[in-house]
């Protein structure tokens, strides 16, 4: 069955570095979405991703972050400047039809910021 | 804004059991859909079961079922005849109109055996 990947898995970053967080999302998807959860907390919505732009984004994806889909199967999620209040679970997602379809999870990259 | 709550954040059940895991949510649209995610130790978030607001009838799937009362903004899902691979983290999720998701805190499932 077509899965969501993610890399990598865990990545370790001091405060200021720039990351690049990469999912493949599943081939025949249109649209893709960014979360994050930080440890103990709701899973929070960063982005939304249709047409090679951003069609929704949360009070979250300010500037320090953007999103890319590079080539025909990466997308990816770049945080500028990173800080420590961004170590949290990173979970990348994709659907076929967008609203209210199910979106297919994947794993997360888990980012420490020290 | 919309708010979506798992007062249970822990919950256990014996294998063979029904357990109802409750979720409630608050919004002003009136056209949404609702969702159980599923998320096993150390692995991807899988789908449970979707209601769409505009549909009356409850959701089942096999063994899950949801109790979706429109009115009262409640979405419960129940899980009979329990197993161990059911044990995982459960999220309920709002999804709007504005293509957002808005998660719940989550309730954390053990089966017994």
């Known amino acids: 069955e077509p899965e969501v990947t993610q890399t990598p898995s865990h990545q370790v970053t001091q405060m200021g570095q720039e990351v690049i967080l990469r999912c493949v999302p599943i081939?025949?998807?249109?649209?893709f979405y960014w979360y994050r959860q930080i440890l103990g907390q709701k899973v929070e919505f960063l982005v939304s991703f249709y047409n090679n732009e951003i069609s929704e984004k949360s009070e979250i994806f300010d500037d320090q972050f953007s999103v890319e889909r590079p080539d025909g199967s990466n997308f990816t999620l770049k945080i500028r400047s990173t800080k420590l209040e961004d170590s949290a679970m990173y979970f990348c997602a994709s659907s076929e039809i967008g609203q209210g379809d199910e979106q297919y999870f994947g794993p997360g990259t888990r980012l420490t910021v020290t | 804004a919309q708010t979506v709550t798992q007062s249970q954040p822990e919950m256990s059940v014996q294998e063979a059991e029904t357990v109802t895991l409750s979720c409630t949510y608050d919004t002003s649209e009136s056209n949404y859909y609702l969702f159980w995610y599923k998320q096993p130790p150390s692995r991807q978030m899988i789908l449970v079961i979707r209601q769409e607001a505009y549909k009356q009838q409850n959701a089942t799937e096999n063994r899950f079922s949801v109790n979706f009362q429109k009115a009262a903004k409640s979405f419960s899902l129940k899980i009979s005849d329990s197993q161990l691979g059911d044990t995982a983290m459960y999220f309920c999720a709002f999804f709007s109109t504005g293509n957002q998701f808005y998660f719940g805190t989550g309730t954390s499932l053990t089966v017994i055996p």
């Open positions: 081939s025949n998807h249109l649209y």
